[in-house]
């Protein structure tokens, strides 16, 4: 394969990138696009700049964005409206920020006429399959380039040899192994890798980044009103704010009360078992409050099919399907299902638990005037029930009667 | 129809059913058996025999049964090893149990020659269903009388009238409503109506009835370990114990440490929606730790299937479809992939939340060798993941083609 | 509860639906509103509305519609982009034409003032509860009259002794039992009951009604071309046609060469089995022709997330939930993947078979460069596969290696 | 990495398996073993063993086994009772004979002490995917060699230059292209490639190996009966007779009536689509027969549960994955619902069509007493339907009173 001309290259400003951005100029003779995103991990976009300027970069070539707006609203709602859970636990933190990246470098790509977006994820993980597939189905003809699969920069030292050969700046607490990797933005911080590496070992404190210890928590719960529409939060306690704020505010909340910490084993796609530790506070919250506003507002025939849809749909996002149809298709349906669900959730948050306590709607289905204790004025006749009962068993009632028939 | 000769009546003797009782004898002038089962609900089940001779119910005809390791390691397990929850949040406490008592009603029916069985619940709710779906299943030709459909004891009044009318005794707390109707057994305490039937106010903290409030609980985490064998709870801190045992320890941990409250609005399979106030606090950390042993001892193969599969299952347990073929066929498919749910699980308890921190097992799928960000001595080719990723790709690719060839 | 004042009957002008009219005048001293359409029975509707006239229908209370478009346009095409077959056989053709009976039922009490609908269907069928679901969930309010459920005429007999009794006319073949009972419409015709009871028994010729016998059908085979846009039929032969003359023009064919003839037991959702014969010759077409053009339209993700969902779709229809918040979640899930189903299928018909021979689309994703036999100029690496398989197979090896380590 | 020492082939005897041995033993000097399979594909073994001694394996190295009963017993008939369709049509009679034929391969590779197994399929297709996987699931540490991925034989010219220079014999007809290509056993012959590629072009006649041209089948109908067992099929008009022969007779009385020829562009794993045409003439039959004995002995909770679960368990088998948790999870669910299906089917069958006319068992769920158009004698009591109807349309009452109390 010829070498690329142009290649779009996802790009943090860290010392692993910075290296590929070097090895793509020194490898393949080619020009480099950086793109950064403020994805909402907590870091200063701007020294990326100035390290891809040192690298060489053309300033038309840097391309530094904040996209948490459009991700939250466009990747992370559309999301949480189906209450999605990877193996049970995950709030797919991770997963949901990756097609958002690819789509914006193959946006450049086409903008720059680049060939080529380049990424650093690495052969054993699930995100290079996210970037790629994302890529993929949004510009088949796009080449993409994972260096991590290709170069012979296979151990931290030959890294830092490469980087001091290319005169790369390289920050003091760089030159060893980091005791594990993290990967932040709004949603969520995981952490896997070396100190993690033994499900059997707890993890220790200090990988957490962005939750307080539940024992450091305040002592004192604090409550929440979220308020929805269609699905998605609009509001807290009354004030109405972009979706990203929203977040932003959750994460604050759920991070001071010690909410959102999670320790799991799950399955990648590559077929592998990984550890991680997951901190998604204010998604965790959200989470809670989204099935509480649907509790009142959709009714049985709705919430039991996305119930059953949601492990499909959830695993489609791990595996890096969010630009597929079949993930479309299923947000067609759990999109329908959202046009009432709108109204307010009221939340406890204390000590690493998040519970809903009360939710009330203009658009509730609940009706006390079926299920109340007291005099229902006719609302329900319970003679009904018989019938229905009578119907519902009739199918085991002729199994059964066969049962008794063929035995013996 | 004509008036059943003799019934066997689910009876725990309390005041509401001692009217049952009553109202059996002089409605059909029949024969009534009374069946006090001891499922872990807290109660003393001798005062139930003296009253229901008080009432004129033969020693012969009254049984009275510890059923509670039959609970446990019949009903709770089986259901535990599938992840059950329905609507995303509920344990299922009250609906597991059910089956149980109509099971046994059944039986004792066939054995004391009765041609019906009774049972105290309302028109309203879910659980006359599960009794009779349960009983229908077990015998086809079994009646099952439902008093509260049928006698015209429709308020408080009347049916305080009817007791003193019958020299029934009636305890001075029960003379006027209670604030909320209580079902308990050894998995859950449920609490709902009355106080509780606005969803939009909060519970007051007199309705907890076995677990402590968080804000009261120790201040203090607490570690406790929990093995399993076969995707079942055999012993706690390296301790063999008996299944309903363990659930007992359990429960005395998690309401220790304010652990497993949930308020839900749900979705009764009779049409509506109600409120309640469950309490389960050693089913929480038992569901916890099933997710935590079963990470690394499931592949992801069976694993996603046990959660595609799951709401189903918890569907058809709620609904009272226990004994049906389609949740047997259910429980075979997630019975076969317990086979090797073996090893033990490190939890934290601390004010109101249980976390996995830990987990190993003789048959960890867990590769360190494969996932490492070390050297992994050739266990995992990263090029692999290319192919990987490009055949997945492919029908993507053919997908944007085919977009970018037919538009404009 | 209160006589209604004013009633919609759904009406077909036979001897069952005028005895229901005259017995809801007698029973009720209510106004009858009369309301027959033509869903493309094959019956002329004029003398229904000279049999209203005689029983005493003021004209203004006479319906009479052709709605067969809408039947097409609005159910049964949405309900073929599905592929629904119930029970894996059944093409759902009295299940479908239900709800818009109904929906215009509903529409004439509101217009009307009415404060009832009734309907002709038993209290032993699927149809009834069809009917009154719709009903409810177009108008929560409505009453619904199903007279078979509630009088007295429970025999041949009495009905006609009803009928003489108020005047009814009654044709010749009306008086004894007819050998089978027949429903129809535009989609199908079923035949059951009576002569058809005993399912080991072959159903006589004589019952079908519309679909010659294959061994009567011509000696030559036939083709057709099918063209569809957006998953519905559009065209045959290349001739653009309504939907309804589509559909017509379909029935003419498959009833030619046999087509569309199906004996089946099935299962009612009121829990009895039942055996129907069922002819469908225009929908069996249609179904192959629709699988036909996905096979090249919809890529493997849409088509089998499609697949999966069928099931419950179909099953949702044959219970009477078409209008349901979670049949509506399914079909945006199924429209949304019909954008591209576009193009023609050729399909041959011959005594009793039909078979997709060809099909073309311009949004075809078969592409020959990737499957072909013969160089495909690099547009598949065949190294790919195996690292696809090796990923693939990753987590089996897991689990053969735990084989290995832990038997014995 | 390293040559192996010893492999084990698949081996048919023909040209393309011939160069294959031939090259194992030239590119890495090994030994090679061979492994023939009678899977009822119709061709004699004895020639593969003449074959095998002159290309100079040794005669205890070469394995010719009689496997069609095995294949029937323990891979055909599991998968039947699942009705497994893919895509809607496909009766996966390649994929299921694949995992067999690996199953050997690594049984013989442990008797004979081999290090690697190799197979005929090329990197475009499934069938690789399935031999590998299932090598993989049951011995983690087989290497398998797929020659077509690897060695640079691209053209037929460079096949039969390398055949003729190692002095493998050549059939005259196979110096140039076939016109297609075909794969066969018991359950099904596939032809697909060259003249069938463009799936706009109808298959010539020629193509078909084993049914009869509908036109040219019997102008009688003919009848046949089919007895079954826990869901096999046991017996033909009333004779028992083995796996093996059950599926050779129904494929002489499919063949003979034009019955199962399929023309389908499907899916392939691998991520592009084909056309294949299929001819499975037993197998349409025993599909047809199997639905015909379930309608009468499995319940609507059972036959709805397998309905859904189908689609997943047939893609398993076509991906490959027989021999995965998840297949066998589904299996004994499956196998579960079994237990009951046992009776008798007649079917007619005629010039390409094959129909259920009659069914009857002692285990039938059907109750005539029940459905009767006749006088039920109180088997079901037409009220009881009231009640079911009202709950059942308690949600969407609940529903539509929020639609017109929030609109406007």
């Not at 300033?59 to 530094?64: A, D, L």
């Not at 220790?204 to 539940?214: E, K, N, W």
């Not at 099935?291 to 709705?302: A, K, N, P, V, Y």
């Amino acid at each position: 394969m010829n070498a690329p001309k142009k290649v779009v290259l996802a790009y943090s400003g860290g010392l692993d990138t910075s290296i590929i951005l070097k090895w793509l100029q020194t490898e393949y003779g080619c020009e480099v696009v950086t793109f950064t995103a403020d994805l909402g991990q907590g870091e200063e976009l701007e020294p990326a700049r100035q390290k891809a300027e040192l690298l060489g970069i053309k300033p038309e070539n840097i391309y530094i964005e904040d996209v948490r707006e459009e991700f939250v609203r466009d990747f992370v709602n559309p999301m949480f409206r189906a209450n999605a859970l990877y193996e049970g636990e995950y709030l797919l933190g991770t997963s949901i920020a990756r097609p958002l990246i690819s789509k914006r470098l193959v946006e450049i790509a086409e903008e720059t006429g680049a060939d080529a977006i380049a990424h650093g994820a690495t052969g054993k993980g699930n995100d290079q399959v996210r970037f790629e597939l994302a890529a993929y189905a949004l510009n088949p003809d796009i080449r993409v380039i994972a260096p991590w699969r290709e170069w012979d920069l296979t151990s931290r030292t030959k890294l830092i040899e490469f980087a001091e050969a290319h005169q790369i700046p390289i920050a003091k607490n760089k030159r060893g192994e980091a005791p594990f990797s993290v990967d932040a933005n709004l949603l969520h911080t995981s952490s896997e890798g070396r100190v993690l590496e033994n499900p059997a070992e707890e993890a220790p404190d200090y990988v957490l980044q962005r939750i307080t210890r539940p024992e450091d928590a305040p002592d004192a719960p604090e409550m929440v009103e979220i308020t929805f529409e269609k699905g998605d939060a609009v509001a807290i306690d009354g004030e109405r704010l972009s979706p990203a704020t929203i977040l932003t505010r959750l994460n604050e909340l759920g991070g001071r009360h010690g909410i959102g910490i999670l320790d799991l084993v799950e399955n990648r796609f590559v077929g592998m078992k990984s550890r991680g530790i997951y901190e998604t506070p204010g998604g965790t919250i959200l989470l809670a409050a989204h099935r509480g506003i649907e509790q009142i507002t959709l009714d049985s025939g709705s919430g039991h099919l996305k119930d059953s849809l949601m492990p499909r749909y959830a695993e489609l996002i791990y595996n890096g399907f969010w630009f597929s149809p079949e993930r479309e298709m299923l947000q067609a349906a759990i999109d329908k299902s959202q046009d009432r669900v709108d109204g307010t959730v009221r939340l406890k948050l204390y000590k690493g638990s998040v519970r809903t306590v009360a939710r009330w709607s203009d658009n509730s289905l609940y009706s006390e005037a079926h299920v109340t204790f007291e005099d229902d004025a006719g609302a329900y006749d319970q003679k009904d029930a018989a019938g229905f009962i009578r119907l519902n068993a009739l199918r085991l009632k002729l199994l059964a009667t066969r049962a008794r028939r063929t035995k013996g």
